[in-house]
């Protein structure tokens, strides 16, 4: 964080100073795990499902930081005391940023792909200019302030990821780091369950559009109606892209390899070259097109935009990630999280890659959270579309996904093709009996259902 005096701090989340000088300057970084926590830092106390972050300070305070925040005073550790320490980081977070006027704010929002695309975004624009990305998935109210955090007088592009729960939360989001830049990827079901349809959905991520700042520029992908809609909600101006024929980054000639990797012609403008992607799926042509979108929108060439784009690599684990095992089978582990569209994405590349190679596919697949009432419909869904895509075997695991393997069963003449299993060691059980070389592997399914450790155990298998 640049450096700040712990008065000013205090001013800023409208806090109380007890046993720290209004001087006191904190110039290290800002933390909520004290096992993180530095001299010259502060550490933010917020309370959890098991601990709470008041227990820490005193260990906070031994690391060297300069000032905790907390809602309550602890003996011996200087404080900032609020009323809320979560919302205390918002506000300190939204102070900062307005004191650096140069910088570039890039705010993305999607119902899938967020994560990849914020990399890719990283990659091909850090190169011009000092950066700071997420972490991971830092896209919600803690996360995201902690990011913007991060940066500093040198800093010139800040890349926020942004998710969403409810109405509102873009735009409490923005108004910590207001962009330049606005970015909606795509409207899916994720959260359904607790938006209550797609439409709301659209309208919850279309609060990005609205946040785009005066002279800014808002990116919409033209193949998804609902983003394409969301035109109407800025007077900024829009650039779009897709494989539309209006899209001003656009994709033609979409070709998938025999590793399920996408190749496609980049055309912007006049500008046309081919791009080789070193990504698995097809989803990533339109992750790909929203960050060069992106790199138009700062002013990046073509030529520097297509560079980029063919020396990109997987950042973030867990998500398409390939490991050929020494005995020859293939484990495709994407289990960091799921939802409808990201499934049928990842069946879709497990499918292509099995073409191209002859060999037996398997798709290993958790529940999908938070979709509500349509939780049943589509789940059983994905179940069919595997039938039909020809996956060879189909392995359910838990309860909450087991519409899934009925869906499946119920699908053409499939019969001991799926499995249905209810928990992980039984998965790796069946998998360790049958598994054999050549077999492809896709482990698929919402972060709470812990499939990524059950990748995790098949690639050390073979090790």
């Not at 109405?167 to 079901?189: A, K």
């Not at 002013?299 to 973030?316: F, K, M, Y």
């Not at 939780?375 to 069919?384: F, K, L, M, V």
């Not at 499946?408 to 360790?432: D, K, Q, Y």
Request: hydrophobic share 45%.
């Amino acid at each position: 964080m640049i450096p700040v005096s712990c008065g000013e701090i205090a001013d800023a989340v409208r806090g109380e100073l007890v046993g720290v000088e209004p001087a006191a300057v904190v110039d290290g970084a800002v933390v909520i795990d004290s096992r993180a926590a530095g001299p010259g830092g502060l550490f933010v106390a917020l309370p959890g499902e098991r601990v709470d972050g008041h227990d820490f300070v005193g260990a906070a305070t031994a690391a060297g930081v300069m000032v905790s925040l907390t809602t309550r005073p602890i003996e011996g550790s200087p404080c900032i005391v609020v009323d809320d320490a979560q919302r205390a980081l918002g506000d300190l977070a939204r102070h900062v940023i307005g004191k650096l006027p140069d910088l570039t704010v890039i705010a993305l929002t999607g119902s899938s792909g967020k994560t990849s695309t914020k990399d890719l975004i990283g990659q091909l624009i850090r190169p011009y200019g000092e950066t700071v990305v997420p972490e991971g998935s830092f896209n919600n109210e803690i996360g995201h302030p902690l990011t913007a955090l991060q940066a500093t007088a040198t800093t010139k592009y800040l890349i926020a990821e942004m998710g969403v729960r409810s109405l509102g939360d873009i735009t409490y989001l923005t108004g910590i780091t207001p962009p330049q830049i606005g970015l909606v990827l795509n409207v899916g079901t994720s959260h359904i369950g607790k938006l209550g349809s797609q439409d709301n959905i659209a309208l919850a991520k279309g609060e990005m559009i609205e946040a785009v700042r005066p002279g800014g520029t808002a990116i919409l992908n033209a193949d998804d109606h609902r983003v394409a809609a969301m035109r109407s909600r800025t007077r900024q101006q829009v650039l779009t892209f897709g494989e539309a024929p209006e899209s001003e980054v656009r994709a033609t000639d979409v070709k998938i390899d025999g590793e399920g990797r996408p190749a496609f012609t980049l055309q912007i403008g006049d500008f046309s070259a081919p791009v080789q992607l070193q990504f698995i799926g097809e989803h990533y042509v339109s992750n790909a097109l929203a960050a060069a979108a992106v790199c138009v929108a700062i002013g990046l060439t073509p030529e520097q935009i297509t560079d980029g784009l063919n020396a990109a690599e997987r950042v973030s684990a867990a998500r398409m990630e390939l490991t050929e095992r020494p005995d020859g089978v293939t484990i495709i582990n994407d289990a960091f999280n799921a939802n409808p569209e990201s499934t049928r994405a990842a069946l879709k590349s497990l499918a292509a890659i099995g073409r191209s190679r002859g060999a037996r596919t398997w798709a290993v697949l958790g529940e999908m959270l938070e979709l509500g009432d349509t939780s049943a419909d589509e789940h059983d869904a994905i179940g069919r579309l595997a039938v039909r895509l020809d996956v060879n075997r189909l392995l359910v695991v838990g309860e909450g996904a087991k519409p899934i393997h009925l869906g499946a069963s119920l699908e053409g003449s499939w019969g001991n093709e799926s499995a249905f299993v209810e928990t992980i060691p039984e998965a790796l059980e069946l998998l360790r009996q049958e598994l054999r070389a050549g077999d492809v592997v896709l482990v698929k399914s919402s972060k709470a259902a812990k499939l990524r450790s059950l990748a995790d155990a098949l690639v050390e298998d073979a090790q």
